[in-house]
């Protein structure tokens, strides 16, 4: 990998991390794209995973400020409340990176066809999640909405949790199923817009941490023979990238459509589908 290669796929990250089209499958298909070999690809992957878990704390710094202030009253008030459903979201995700990882990588072979039919699963979810809050919007018309505090229910935050649990196969949007299953559930779009990121801050890290200790564990040499350079060029970009993404999905989840995006989502998997 050179650091241009090393710049693309930082990119790539940074943007599809936030926008409903799995962050996963497309560097699976920009890696293809490029030539790009897998020596050090592991390494490289954790390090622009973490890149925009920098930028999604960036983003959201003044509300987990709030949450983290809040929690530490202790007492059961607006952010502890909050924080509690977080927490339980993160229950399935843990539950399979920690007990079944193994399994669930076995499961989810590394190609394209793979990929494909999850972005279409994917387009399905964001599709059905788009008709659904629209349907929703027009009934709770002049009415407070949802009586649930902070507006998601502890049942409403463990189903979300569910999407992202099953959201481990590339192709397949952590953020598309998440704010999907939300929207599916009957969580308001602006609450899901902040929800949905909040969440899978910890998971992400988790998840890094895990392919860390794996990579550092095994016989190959951390960076699997990849330049600081590329790393650093990869991390930046994803960073740059991830502010502009993090902070226009969030704009995307309160007003647009997501019907645009499941339709980008069905294109790309038919056109892997057709010459992969």
Known sequence: ??????????????????????????????????????????????????????????????????????????????????????????????????????????????????????????????????????????????SSGSSARNGISYWQAMAVGLGQALAVAPGLSRSGTTIATGLLCGVKREVMAQFSFLMVLVPIVGEQFLSLVKGLGGDAALGGGLSPVCLLVGFLSAFLSGLFACKVMIAIVKKAKLTWFAIYCLVVSLLLLIFA
Request: proline residues 2%; negative net charge; hydrophobic residues 55%.
């Open 1 to 142: 990998m050179d650091w241009l290669q090393a710049l693309l796929l930082g990119i790539v990250q940074g943007l599809t991390e936030f926008l409903p089209v799995s962050s996963s499958g497309h560097l699976m298909i920009v890696r293809e794209l490029l030539g790009v070999d897998g020596d050090g690809f592991l390494d490289f992957t954790v390090t622009v995973h973490l890149a925009t878990v920098l930028s999604t704390v960036i983003v959201f710094w003044k509300p987990i400020c709030r949450l983290f202030a809040g929690l530490f009253k202790f007492t059961y008030n607006d952010e502890t409340d909050y924080v509690f459903k977080i927490v339980v979201s993160m229950i399935p995700v843990a539950v399979v990176g920690l007990l079944f990882r193994d399994q669930v990588e076995a499961l989810f072979s590394d190609n394209l066809f793979t990929v494909a039919v999850c972005l279409i699963i994917t387009a399905i979810l964001l599709y059905l999640s788009d008709v659904s809050s629209r349907v929703a919007a027009r009934k709770t018309s002049g």
